[in-house]
Protein backbone atom coordinates (compact mmCIF):
# COMPACT_ATOMS: atom_id res chain seq x y z
CA UNK A 1 0.00 0.00 0.00
CA UNK A 2 1.93 3.11 -1.38
CA UNK A 3 1.82 5.78 1.08
CA UNK A 4 1.17 8.60 1.58
CA UNK A 5 -2.62 9.37 1.18
CA UNK A 6 -4.69 12.17 1.93
CA UNK A 7 -7.54 10.08 3.60
CA UNK A 8 -8.12 6.32 4.50
CA UNK A 9 -11.75 4.94 3.86
CA UNK A 10 -12.49 1.84 6.22
CA UNK A 11 -15.35 0.27 4.60
CA UNK A 12 -16.63 -0.36 1.34
CA UNK A 13 -20.21 -0.33 1.26
CA UNK A 14 -22.14 2.40 -0.27
CA UNK A 15 -21.32 4.90 2.32
CA UNK A 16 -17.62 4.27 1.92
CA UNK A 17 -17.34 3.70 -1.79
CA UNK A 18 -19.60 6.57 -2.69
CA UNK A 19 -17.42 8.66 -0.24
CA UNK A 20 -14.21 7.65 -1.69
CA UNK A 21 -15.52 8.48 -4.97
CA UNK A 22 -16.56 11.97 -4.26
CA UNK A 23 -12.44 13.12 -3.87
CA UNK A 24 -11.46 15.15 -6.56
CA UNK A 25 -8.31 13.03 -8.56
CA UNK A 26 -5.77 14.49 -7.54
CA UNK A 27 -6.26 13.27 -4.00
CA UNK A 28 -4.97 10.02 -3.12
CA UNK A 29 -7.86 7.88 -1.19
CA UNK A 30 -7.26 4.35 0.19
CA UNK A 31 -10.24 1.72 0.74
CA UNK A 32 -9.61 -0.92 3.28
CA UNK A 33 -12.21 -3.63 3.54
CA UNK A 34 -11.70 -6.59 5.86
CA UNK A 35 -13.11 -9.15 3.34
CA UNK A 36 -13.68 -9.13 -0.36
CA UNK A 37 -14.79 -5.61 -1.92
CA UNK A 38 -18.21 -6.33 -2.40
CA UNK A 39 -19.02 -8.47 1.45
CA UNK A 40 -21.17 -5.64 2.70
CA UNK A 41 -24.98 -5.07 4.24
CA UNK A 42 -25.02 -3.01 1.01
CA UNK A 43 -24.64 -5.90 -1.48
CA UNK A 44 -27.84 -7.75 0.74
CA UNK A 45 -29.82 -4.68 0.27
CA UNK A 46 -33.29 -5.46 -1.66
CA UNK A 47 -35.61 -2.93 -1.31
CA UNK A 48 -34.35 0.19 -2.85
CA UNK A 49 -33.61 3.29 -2.10
CA UNK A 50 -35.79 6.16 -0.77
CA UNK A 51 -35.80 9.84 -3.02
CA UNK A 52 -38.25 12.43 -3.52
CA UNK A 53 -38.05 12.02 -7.63
CA UNK A 54 -41.09 12.92 -9.07
CA UNK A 55 -42.47 16.43 -7.43
CA UNK A 56 -45.75 16.76 -8.91
CA UNK A 57 -46.71 13.07 -6.69
CA UNK A 58 -44.65 14.04 -4.04
CA UNK A 59 -42.81 16.34 -2.06
CA UNK A 60 -40.14 16.83 0.41
CA UNK A 61 -42.16 18.00 3.03
CA UNK A 62 -44.16 14.19 2.85
CA UNK A 63 -40.81 12.42 3.12
CA UNK A 64 -39.52 14.49 5.86
CA UNK A 65 -42.68 13.85 7.63
CA UNK A 66 -42.90 10.07 7.23
CA UNK A 67 -39.21 10.02 8.40
CA UNK A 68 -39.90 11.68 11.52
CA UNK A 69 -43.16 9.45 12.25
CA UNK A 70 -40.94 6.49 11.80
CA UNK A 71 -38.65 7.85 14.17
CA UNK A 72 -40.80 8.68 16.67
CA UNK A 73 -39.93 12.29 16.17
CA UNK A 74 -36.66 11.40 17.91
CA UNK A 75 -35.00 12.29 14.75
CA UNK A 76 -32.56 15.57 14.26
CA UNK A 77 -34.32 17.75 12.13
CA UNK A 78 -31.45 19.33 10.51
CA UNK A 79 -30.08 15.81 9.19
CA UNK A 80 -33.62 14.78 7.87
CA UNK A 81 -33.97 18.19 5.54
CA UNK A 82 -30.57 17.36 4.17
CA UNK A 83 -31.22 13.45 3.87
CA UNK A 84 -34.61 14.39 1.98
CA UNK A 85 -33.19 17.35 -0.50
CA UNK A 86 -29.94 16.45 -0.73
CA UNK A 87 -30.83 12.70 -1.41
CA UNK A 88 -32.40 13.05 -5.17
CA UNK A 89 -29.47 14.73 -6.29
CA UNK A 90 -27.37 11.69 -5.23
CA UNK A 91 -29.66 9.15 -6.81
CA UNK A 92 -29.37 10.71 -10.00
CA UNK A 93 -25.58 10.50 -9.94
CA UNK A 94 -25.68 7.20 -9.09
CA UNK A 95 -27.37 6.70 -12.12
CA UNK A 96 -26.11 9.16 -14.78
CA UNK A 97 -22.96 9.13 -13.40
CA UNK A 98 -21.94 5.11 -12.34
CA UNK A 99 -24.40 3.81 -14.41
CA UNK A 100 -27.02 2.26 -11.30
CA UNK A 101 -29.86 1.00 -13.48
CA UNK A 102 -33.16 1.09 -11.61
CA UNK A 103 -36.48 -0.69 -12.83
CA UNK A 104 -38.36 1.51 -15.33
CA UNK A 105 -42.00 1.70 -16.72
CA UNK A 106 -42.75 0.67 -20.64
CA UNK A 107 -42.99 4.89 -20.92
CA UNK A 108 -39.42 4.71 -19.46
CA UNK A 109 -40.22 6.11 -16.31
CA UNK A 110 -38.97 5.44 -12.71
CA UNK A 111 -41.18 2.82 -11.59
CA UNK A 112 -40.97 3.93 -7.93
CA UNK A 113 -42.73 1.61 -5.17
CA UNK A 114 -44.08 1.52 -1.58
CA UNK A 115 -42.72 0.30 1.91
CA UNK A 116 -44.20 0.56 4.97
CA UNK A 117 -43.96 3.88 6.43
CA UNK A 118 -44.15 5.73 2.96
CA UNK A 119 -47.21 7.88 2.06
CA UNK A 120 -45.90 7.88 -1.78
CA UNK A 121 -44.55 5.48 -4.24
CA UNK A 122 -40.75 6.77 -3.76
CA UNK A 123 -38.68 3.77 -3.79
CA UNK A 124 -36.58 3.32 -6.88
CA UNK A 125 -35.30 -0.14 -6.82
CA UNK A 126 -33.20 -3.00 -9.19
CA UNK A 127 -35.72 -5.21 -8.80
CA UNK A 128 -35.61 -7.21 -5.42
CA UNK A 129 -31.50 -6.60 -5.30
CA UNK A 130 -30.71 -2.88 -5.33
CA UNK A 131 -28.09 -3.06 -2.87
CA UNK A 132 -26.26 -5.76 -5.36
CA UNK A 133 -26.88 -3.75 -8.49
CA UNK A 134 -25.10 -0.33 -6.31
CA UNK A 135 -22.50 -2.51 -4.91
CA UNK A 136 -21.33 -3.88 -8.39
CA UNK A 137 -21.46 -0.45 -10.14
CA UNK A 138 -19.67 1.62 -7.34
CA UNK A 139 -16.74 -1.29 -6.94
CA UNK A 140 -16.50 -0.91 -10.74
CA UNK A 141 -16.08 2.85 -10.71
CA UNK A 142 -13.80 2.82 -7.23
CA UNK A 143 -11.50 0.50 -9.67
CA UNK A 144 -11.58 2.27 -11.95
CA UNK A 145 -10.46 5.55 -10.73
CA UNK A 146 -6.64 6.19 -10.50
CA UNK A 147 -6.61 8.14 -7.22
CA UNK A 148 -8.67 5.43 -5.12
CA UNK A 149 -6.55 2.23 -4.04
CA UNK A 150 -8.74 -0.59 -2.66
CA UNK A 151 -6.91 -3.24 -0.09
CA UNK A 152 -9.13 -6.25 0.75
CA UNK A 153 -8.84 -8.35 3.66
CA UNK A 154 -7.60 -5.56 5.42
CA UNK A 155 -8.55 -5.84 9.27
CA UNK A 156 -8.19 -2.40 10.56
CA UNK A 157 -7.82 -3.30 14.68
CA UNK A 158 -6.95 0.02 16.17
CA UNK A 159 -6.43 3.97 15.37
CA UNK A 160 -4.16 6.11 17.22
CA UNK A 161 -4.25 10.17 17.19
CA UNK A 162 -0.82 11.51 16.45
CA UNK A 163 -0.26 15.15 15.15
CA UNK A 164 -2.34 16.03 11.98
CA UNK A 165 -3.90 12.65 11.39
CA UNK A 166 -3.82 8.51 12.91
CA UNK A 167 -2.03 5.71 12.76
CA UNK A 168 -4.35 3.07 10.82
CA UNK A 169 -3.16 -0.62 12.54
CA UNK A 170 -4.46 -3.32 10.40
CA UNK A 171 -3.73 -7.02 9.93
CA UNK A 172 -3.41 -8.25 6.17
CA UNK A 173 -2.44 -11.35 5.20
CA UNK A 174 -1.99 -12.51 8.96
CA UNK A 175 0.65 -9.71 9.69
CA UNK A 176 0.59 -6.09 11.07
CA UNK A 177 1.19 -3.07 9.52
CA UNK A 178 0.47 0.67 10.23
CA UNK A 179 -0.39 3.28 8.31
CA UNK A 180 -1.13 6.53 8.36
CA UNK A 181 -3.41 9.76 6.85
CA UNK A 182 -4.23 12.73 7.77
CA UNK A 183 -8.37 12.10 7.68
CA UNK A 184 -10.11 8.84 8.43
CA UNK A 185 -13.76 7.89 7.48
CA UNK A 186 -15.15 4.80 9.21
CA UNK A 187 -17.39 3.45 7.48
CA UNK A 188 -17.60 0.10 9.00
CA UNK A 189 -21.13 -0.90 8.61
CA UNK A 190 -23.59 -2.39 11.21
CA UNK A 191 -23.51 -4.87 14.09
CA UNK A 192 -25.64 -7.39 13.55
CA UNK A 193 -23.36 -10.29 14.94
CA UNK A 194 -24.29 -9.02 18.18
CA UNK A 195 -27.03 -10.84 17.96
CA UNK A 196 -28.25 -14.82 17.51
CA UNK A 197 -30.25 -14.00 14.33
CA UNK A 198 -29.70 -11.12 11.81
CA UNK A 199 -30.01 -10.11 8.77
CA UNK A 200 -26.76 -8.64 8.28
CA UNK A 201 -23.66 -9.98 6.63
CA UNK A 202 -20.88 -11.78 8.21
CA UNK A 203 -18.65 -8.04 8.27
CA UNK A 204 -21.08 -6.27 10.63
CA UNK A 205 -19.49 -6.44 13.99
CA UNK A 206 -19.32 -3.28 14.98
CA UNK A 207 -15.58 -2.57 14.54
CA UNK A 208 -15.90 1.32 13.67
CA UNK A 209 -17.94 1.58 17.34
CA UNK A 210 -15.27 0.25 18.68
CA UNK A 211 -12.50 1.88 17.41
CA UNK A 212 -14.43 5.50 17.34
CA UNK A 213 -15.25 4.70 21.36
CA UNK A 214 -11.68 3.53 22.00
CA UNK A 215 -10.18 7.26 20.92
CA UNK A 216 -12.88 8.80 23.66
CA UNK A 217 -15.70 9.23 20.91
CA UNK A 218 -19.69 9.85 21.68
CA UNK A 219 -21.38 7.21 20.78
CA UNK A 220 -25.14 7.89 20.51
CA UNK A 221 -28.27 5.43 21.17
CA UNK A 222 -26.82 2.33 20.16
CA UNK A 223 -29.93 0.44 21.61
CA UNK A 224 -31.29 1.66 19.14
CA UNK A 225 -31.43 -1.21 16.88
CA UNK A 226 -34.45 -2.32 14.21
CA UNK A 227 -35.89 -5.79 14.18
CA UNK A 228 -37.23 -6.36 10.65
CA UNK A 229 -40.27 -8.29 11.16
CA UNK A 230 -39.78 -10.63 8.42
CA UNK A 231 -37.13 -12.29 8.00
CA UNK A 232 -37.13 -15.86 6.08
CA UNK A 233 -38.05 -18.45 9.24
CA UNK A 234 -38.04 -21.53 7.08
CA UNK A 235 -35.68 -24.43 5.97
CA UNK A 236 -32.56 -24.75 7.83
CA UNK A 237 -32.47 -22.01 10.27
CA UNK A 238 -28.77 -20.63 9.84
CA UNK A 239 -27.62 -17.42 11.95
CA UNK A 240 -27.48 -15.15 8.79
CA UNK A 241 -31.40 -14.69 8.21
CA UNK A 242 -32.55 -13.97 4.60
CA UNK A 243 -34.75 -11.16 4.28
CA UNK A 244 -38.08 -11.10 2.81
CA UNK A 245 -37.95 -6.99 2.37
CA UNK A 246 -40.68 -4.66 3.38
CA UNK A 247 -41.59 -4.25 -0.33
CA UNK A 248 -43.07 -7.52 -0.31
CA UNK A 249 -45.43 -6.00 2.32
CA UNK A 250 -45.55 -2.85 0.17
CA UNK A 251 -46.87 -5.05 -2.61
CA UNK A 252 -49.96 -6.11 -0.66
CA UNK A 253 -48.60 -9.18 1.32
CA UNK A 254 -50.80 -9.72 4.36
CA UNK A 255 -49.56 -11.11 7.50
CA UNK A 256 -51.09 -14.09 9.11
CA UNK A 257 -50.85 -15.93 12.60
CA UNK A 258 -50.26 -19.69 13.05
CA UNK A 259 -54.21 -20.10 12.34
CA UNK A 260 -53.63 -18.16 9.23
CA UNK A 261 -55.30 -14.95 10.86
CA UNK A 262 -54.82 -11.64 9.68
CA UNK A 263 -54.14 -9.94 12.84
CA UNK A 264 -52.60 -6.19 12.36
CA UNK A 265 -55.92 -5.07 13.04
CA UNK A 266 -56.04 -5.59 16.75
CA UNK A 267 -52.04 -3.57 16.72
CA UNK A 268 -52.48 -0.88 14.40
CA UNK A 269 -54.52 0.85 11.95
CA UNK A 270 -52.17 0.98 9.50
CA UNK A 271 -51.77 -2.65 9.28
CA UNK A 272 -49.18 -4.54 7.00
CA UNK A 273 -47.41 -0.84 6.24
CA UNK A 274 -46.96 0.28 10.12
CA UNK A 275 -43.38 0.83 10.29
CA UNK A 276 -40.81 -1.90 11.13
CA UNK A 277 -40.81 -1.78 14.75
CA UNK A 278 -44.76 -1.78 15.26
CA UNK A 279 -44.50 -4.78 12.99
CA UNK A 280 -42.02 -6.21 14.78
CA UNK A 281 -43.30 -5.43 18.40
CA UNK A 282 -47.11 -6.72 16.92
CA UNK A 283 -45.84 -10.38 16.07
CA UNK A 284 -44.24 -10.65 19.63
CA UNK A 285 -47.40 -9.36 21.63
CA UNK A 286 -49.09 -11.58 19.09
CA UNK A 287 -46.80 -14.93 19.62
CA UNK A 288 -47.62 -14.19 23.17
CA UNK A 289 -51.32 -14.07 22.81
CA UNK A 290 -51.43 -17.13 20.85
CA UNK A 291 -48.44 -19.22 22.65
CA UNK A 292 -46.59 -19.78 19.12
CA UNK A 293 -44.30 -18.58 17.04
CA UNK A 294 -45.07 -19.50 13.31
CA UNK A 295 -45.90 -16.81 11.19
CA UNK A 296 -46.47 -16.28 7.46
CA UNK A 297 -46.22 -13.50 4.93
CA UNK A 298 -48.90 -14.49 2.31
CA UNK A 299 -48.72 -12.89 -1.28
CA UNK A 300 -49.95 -15.92 -3.30
CA UNK A 301 -52.80 -14.02 -4.67
CA UNK A 302 -51.19 -11.78 -6.63
CA UNK A 303 -50.06 -14.37 -9.11
CA UNK A 304 -47.25 -16.06 -10.37
CA UNK A 305 -46.09 -13.87 -13.20
CA UNK A 306 -46.38 -10.55 -11.35
CA UNK A 307 -44.52 -12.36 -8.25
CA UNK A 308 -41.42 -13.83 -10.57
CA UNK A 309 -41.26 -10.90 -12.37
CA UNK A 310 -41.57 -7.76 -8.85
CA UNK A 311 -39.02 -10.44 -6.53
CA UNK A 312 -36.90 -12.70 -8.58
CA UNK A 313 -34.23 -13.39 -6.22
CA UNK A 314 -36.98 -13.92 -3.24
CA UNK A 315 -38.85 -16.52 -5.26
CA UNK A 316 -35.87 -18.30 -6.40
CA UNK A 317 -34.82 -18.10 -2.34
CA UNK A 318 -37.59 -19.29 -0.73
CA UNK A 319 -38.18 -22.08 -3.83
CA UNK A 320 -34.55 -23.49 -2.89
CA UNK A 321 -35.95 -23.70 0.78
CA UNK A 322 -39.03 -25.63 -0.35
CA UNK A 323 -41.54 -22.54 -0.31
CA UNK A 324 -43.20 -21.32 -3.50
CA UNK A 325 -44.48 -17.80 -2.47
CA UNK A 326 -46.30 -18.30 -5.81
CA UNK A 327 -48.67 -21.42 -4.27
CA UNK A 328 -48.43 -20.54 -0.08
CA UNK A 329 -47.67 -18.81 2.64
CA UNK A 330 -43.57 -17.31 3.38
CA UNK A 331 -42.64 -18.58 7.60
CA UNK A 332 -41.40 -14.93 8.69
CA UNK A 333 -40.16 -14.31 12.29
CA UNK A 334 -38.21 -10.94 13.31
CA UNK A 335 -34.70 -10.46 13.42
CA UNK A 336 -32.09 -7.98 14.44
CA UNK A 337 -31.59 -5.79 11.17
CA UNK A 338 -29.97 -2.12 11.37
CA UNK A 339 -28.78 0.05 13.79
CA UNK A 340 -29.95 3.14 14.34
CA UNK A 341 -27.49 4.87 16.61
CA UNK A 342 -23.91 4.68 16.34
CA UNK A 343 -21.10 7.21 16.52
CA UNK A 344 -22.25 10.47 16.76
CA UNK A 345 -21.69 13.04 13.87
CA UNK A 346 -22.45 16.26 12.45
CA UNK A 347 -24.52 17.62 9.18
CA UNK A 348 -20.58 16.83 7.94
CA UNK A 349 -20.15 13.49 9.27
CA UNK A 350 -17.11 14.22 11.62
CA UNK A 351 -17.37 12.66 15.07
CA UNK A 352 -16.36 15.03 18.33
CA UNK A 353 -12.37 13.91 17.30
CA UNK A 354 -11.02 16.17 14.72
CA UNK A 355 -10.18 14.60 11.58
CA UNK A 356 -12.01 11.49 12.36
CA UNK A 357 -15.34 10.93 10.02
CA UNK A 358 -18.26 8.62 10.13
CA UNK A 359 -20.71 7.67 7.47
CA UNK A 360 -23.12 5.08 6.82
CA UNK A 361 -24.67 2.75 9.13
CA UNK A 362 -21.74 2.83 12.19
CA UNK A 363 -22.72 6.70 12.28
CA UNK A 364 -25.51 8.28 14.29
CA UNK A 365 -26.27 11.73 12.50
CA UNK A 366 -29.90 11.00 13.89
CA UNK A 367 -31.61 10.84 10.60
CA UNK A 368 -33.57 7.94 11.78
CA UNK A 369 -34.61 8.79 15.38
CA UNK A 370 -35.66 5.78 17.02
CA UNK A 371 -36.86 3.42 14.36
CA UNK A 372 -35.42 3.75 10.97
CA UNK A 373 -38.23 4.36 7.62
CA UNK A 374 -37.49 1.59 5.10
CA UNK A 375 -35.07 2.66 2.13
CA UNK A 376 -33.90 5.68 4.05
CA UNK A 377 -30.10 4.21 4.94
CA UNK A 378 -28.67 3.31 1.22
CA UNK A 379 -29.77 7.26 0.88
CA UNK A 380 -28.24 8.03 4.38
CA UNK A 381 -24.56 6.49 2.99
CA UNK A 382 -25.11 8.35 -0.08
CA UNK A 383 -25.55 11.84 1.26
CA UNK A 384 -23.35 11.61 3.77
CA UNK A 385 -20.68 9.61 2.46
CA UNK A 386 -20.47 12.58 0.27
CA UNK A 387 -20.81 15.00 2.49
CA UNK A 388 -18.18 13.66 4.34
CA UNK A 389 -15.51 13.45 1.21
CA UNK A 390 -16.21 17.39 0.25
CA UNK A 391 -15.38 18.53 3.96
CA UNK A 392 -11.94 16.86 4.00
CA UNK A 393 -11.95 18.18 0.39
CA UNK A 394 -12.34 21.81 1.63
CA UNK A 395 -10.19 21.07 4.71
CA UNK A 396 -7.35 19.79 3.20
CA UNK A 397 -6.43 22.75 0.81
CA UNK A 398 -3.36 24.14 1.57
CA UNK A 399 -2.28 21.50 4.05
CA UNK A 400 0.35 19.14 4.35
CA UNK A 401 0.76 16.16 6.28
CA UNK A 402 4.14 14.65 6.97
CA UNK A 403 3.63 11.52 8.33
CA UNK A 404 5.13 10.87 12.10
CA UNK A 405 7.70 8.19 11.75
CA UNK A 406 5.69 4.84 11.86
CA UNK A 407 6.09 2.26 14.96
CA UNK A 408 7.36 -1.37 14.02
CA UNK A 409 4.19 -3.25 13.32
CA UNK A 410 2.75 -5.30 16.81
CA UNK A 411 3.15 -8.74 16.98
CA UNK A 412 0.43 -11.08 16.08
CA UNK A 413 1.46 -14.26 17.97
CA UNK A 414 -0.19 -15.20 20.60
CA UNK A 415 -3.02 -17.78 22.37
CA UNK A 416 -5.70 -19.32 20.44
CA UNK A 417 -8.98 -17.98 21.22
CA UNK A 418 -11.24 -20.35 23.01
CA UNK A 419 -13.93 -21.43 20.81
CA UNK A 420 -18.17 -19.60 21.87
CA UNK A 421 -17.28 -16.36 23.04
CA UNK A 422 -19.11 -14.81 20.01
CA UNK A 423 -21.85 -16.98 20.81
CA UNK A 424 -21.97 -16.54 24.28
CA UNK A 425 -22.18 -12.79 24.04
CA UNK A 426 -25.33 -13.64 21.06
CA UNK A 427 -27.35 -15.43 23.50
CA UNK A 428 -27.15 -12.65 26.24
CA UNK A 429 -27.96 -9.71 23.55
CA UNK A 430 -31.14 -12.42 22.46
CA UNK A 431 -32.03 -12.89 26.42
CA UNK A 432 -31.71 -8.98 27.20
CA UNK A 433 -32.87 -7.24 24.12
CA UNK A 434 -34.73 -8.55 21.53
CA UNK A 435 -37.58 -6.68 20.51
CA UNK A 436 -39.00 -6.28 23.54
CA UNK A 437 -36.26 -5.92 26.36
CA UNK A 438 -36.20 -7.52 29.46
CA UNK A 439 -34.99 -4.94 31.78
CA UNK A 440 -34.49 -6.85 34.49
CA UNK A 441 -32.17 -9.15 32.59
CA UNK A 442 -30.10 -6.12 32.02
CA UNK A 443 -27.46 -5.77 35.51
CA UNK A 444 -26.19 -9.67 34.88
CA UNK A 445 -26.14 -9.52 31.20
CA UNK A 446 -23.99 -6.69 31.57
CA UNK A 447 -22.20 -8.57 34.35
CA UNK A 448 -21.44 -11.43 32.07
CA UNK A 449 -20.53 -8.83 29.18
CA UNK A 450 -18.32 -7.21 30.99
CA UNK A 451 -16.13 -10.23 32.00
CA UNK A 452 -15.99 -11.53 28.54
CA UNK A 453 -14.61 -8.04 27.65
CA UNK A 454 -11.95 -8.25 30.45
CA UNK A 455 -10.81 -12.37 29.51
CA UNK A 456 -10.39 -10.48 25.73
CA UNK A 457 -8.35 -8.05 26.50
CA UNK A 458 -6.10 -9.18 29.24
CA UNK A 459 -5.71 -13.02 27.47
CA UNK A 460 -2.69 -11.69 25.36
CA UNK A 461 -4.52 -13.74 22.59
CA UNK A 462 -2.82 -14.34 19.24
CA UNK A 463 -4.18 -10.84 16.73
CA UNK A 464 -6.40 -12.74 14.46
CA UNK A 465 -9.36 -10.96 12.58
CA UNK A 466 -11.34 -13.56 14.84
CA UNK A 467 -10.01 -11.45 17.97
CA UNK A 468 -10.74 -8.58 16.79
CA UNK A 469 -14.46 -8.97 15.88
CA UNK A 470 -14.72 -10.78 19.29
CA UNK A 471 -13.03 -7.88 21.07
CA UNK A 472 -15.51 -5.04 18.91
CA UNK A 473 -18.84 -7.69 19.59
CA UNK A 474 -17.71 -7.74 23.65
CA UNK A 475 -17.86 -3.66 23.12
CA UNK A 476 -20.79 -3.11 21.61
CA UNK A 477 -22.68 -5.14 24.02
CA UNK A 478 -21.24 -3.72 27.21
CA UNK A 479 -22.14 0.46 24.89
CA UNK A 480 -25.93 -1.18 24.62
CA UNK A 481 -26.21 -3.25 27.92
CA UNK A 482 -25.10 0.39 29.82
CA UNK A 483 -27.51 2.98 28.14
CA UNK A 484 -30.35 0.46 29.09
CA UNK A 485 -32.00 1.46 32.11
CA UNK A 486 -31.90 -0.46 34.85
CA UNK A 487 -35.16 -1.46 36.87
C1 LIG B 1 -30.69 -7.95 4.06
C2 LIG B 1 -30.65 -6.45 4.08
C3 LIG B 1 -31.52 -5.72 3.28
C4 LIG B 1 -31.49 -4.33 3.30
N1 LIG B 1 -32.32 -3.63 2.46
C5 LIG B 1 -32.21 -2.28 2.40
C6 LIG B 1 -32.95 -1.52 1.46
O1 LIG B 1 -33.71 -2.07 0.65
N2 LIG B 1 -32.81 -0.16 1.47
C7 LIG B 1 -31.99 0.49 2.35
O2 LIG B 1 -31.90 1.72 2.31
N3 LIG B 1 -31.25 -0.21 3.23
C8 LIG B 1 -31.33 -1.57 3.27
N4 LIG B 1 -30.57 -2.27 4.17
C9 LIG B 1 -29.63 -1.53 5.03
C10 LIG B 1 -28.42 -1.11 4.19
O3 LIG B 1 -28.10 -2.13 3.28
C11 LIG B 1 -27.21 -0.85 5.07
O4 LIG B 1 -27.55 -0.06 6.16
C12 LIG B 1 -26.14 -0.10 4.28
O5 LIG B 1 -25.87 -0.79 3.09
C13 LIG B 1 -24.87 0.02 5.12
O6 LIG B 1 -23.86 0.52 4.31
P1 LIG B 1 -22.45 0.86 4.93
O7 LIG B 1 -21.63 1.37 3.81
O8 LIG B 1 -22.63 1.70 6.13
O9 LIG B 1 -21.90 -0.57 5.47
P2 LIG B 1 -21.67 -1.95 4.72
O10 LIG B 1 -22.29 -1.96 3.39
O11 LIG B 1 -22.07 -3.04 5.65
O12 LIG B 1 -20.09 -2.01 4.55
C14 LIG B 1 -19.24 -2.14 5.68
C15 LIG B 1 -17.80 -2.17 5.21
O13 LIG B 1 -16.92 -1.98 6.31
C16 LIG B 1 -15.85 -2.90 6.24
N5 LIG B 1 -15.30 -3.11 7.58
C17 LIG B 1 -15.96 -3.34 8.74
N6 LIG B 1 -15.09 -3.47 9.75
C18 LIG B 1 -13.85 -3.31 9.23
C19 LIG B 1 -12.54 -3.36 9.76
N7 LIG B 1 -12.31 -3.59 11.05
N8 LIG B 1 -11.50 -3.18 8.93
C20 LIG B 1 -11.68 -2.96 7.60
N9 LIG B 1 -12.92 -2.90 7.04
C21 LIG B 1 -13.98 -3.08 7.84
C22 LIG B 1 -16.49 -4.14 5.65
O14 LIG B 1 -15.48 -5.01 5.15
C23 LIG B 1 -17.36 -3.50 4.57
O15 LIG B 1 -16.58 -3.24 3.44
C24 LIG B 1 -30.59 -3.66 4.16
C25 LIG B 1 -29.72 -4.40 4.97
C26 LIG B 1 -29.73 -5.77 4.93
C27 LIG B 1 -28.79 -6.54 5.79
Redesign the pocket.
Known amino acids: MRQPYNAIV???????LYCALQFPPTMRVLV????KMA????D??????AAVLDVTHDSYERHIEDTMIAGHRENNPAAVEVLVREGPGDVLRLMERYGVEFDRRPDGTLNATLEGGHSRRRIVHHKDS??HEIAVRLCAAARASANITVAED????RLRRVDGGFLVYLLQGGKAEVLAAPYVVL????IGQVYRYT???P???G??VRLAWELGCHISNLHYVQFHPSAFAGGEQTRQRF?I?EAVRGEGAYLINCKKERFMHLYDDRLELAPRDVVAKSIILESRRQADEHFYLDIAYKGADFLKARFPMIYEKCLASGVDLTREPIPIFPCH??LMGGIQVDLNAKTDLDRLYAA???ACTGVHGKNRL??????E?LVFGRRAAEDITRRSKGETFTPPPLPAPDDVAGAPLPAGLDRAINDIMQRTCFVLPDYGAVREGLKEVDRYLNRLRSGRFALTREY?ETLSLATVAHIILKELPLP
Not at 10 to 16: L, M, Q, R
Not at 39 to 42: A, E, G, S
Not at 154 to 157: E, K
Not at 374 to 379: E, I, P, T, Y
Open positions: IGSGVAGLCKGDTNTLAQGGVTGAVVYATGGTNSVSTDGLSHYGECASNSLLGV
